[in-house]
């Protein structure tokens, strides 16, 4: 059985740095694109960065967060900086489980595994 499992969340003041990781178990996602999403309250769920054999990330977070693996601890973490209000909400990662057609890396349809959520708060 596949898990992911998301920690590092919590509440931090803008400008604030935080660390999220993703655990993943019940399968090595080594060679598989695996992504950080994120939605806040009244909002449908957005990209936020993706990782395979490149990162791809979306504009908003762009040279603030950084999205990195380590593939002995089949882990993904996200690197959180200069955090703004704007980026509270609860955080996902999720990972692909194959080949997909014309893959965008940042669509939430395009994952097949997907982790509780932890949630990020940003206060002003």
């Known amino acids: 059985q596949v898990q992911l499992v998301e920690s590092g969340g919590g509440l931090v003041q803008a400008g604030g740095s935080l660390r999220l990781s993703c655990a993943a178990s019940?399968?090595?996602?080594?060679?598989?694109?695996m992504g950080w999403f994120r939605q806040a309250p009244g909002k449908e769920r957005e990209f936020v960065a993706a990782?395979?054999?490149?990162?791809y990330y979306a504009i908003a977070v762009k040279g603030r967060f950084t999205i990195s693996r380590d593939n002995a601890k089949n882990t993904m973490y996200l690197q959180m900086n200069s955090l703004k209000p704007e980026d509270t909400a609860v955080y996902y990662c999720?990972?692909?489980?194959?080949?997909?057609?014309?893959?965008?890396?940042?669509?939430?349809?395009?994952?097949?595994?997907w982790g509780q959520g932890t949630q990020v708060t940003v206060s002003s």
């Open positions: 999720a990972a692909q489980g194959g080949f997909k057609y014309e893959n965008t890396f940042s669509k939430p349809n395009e994952y097949d595994y």
């Open positions: 990782i395979r054999w490149i990162t």
């Open positions: 019940g399968r090595t996602f080594s060679t598989a694109a």
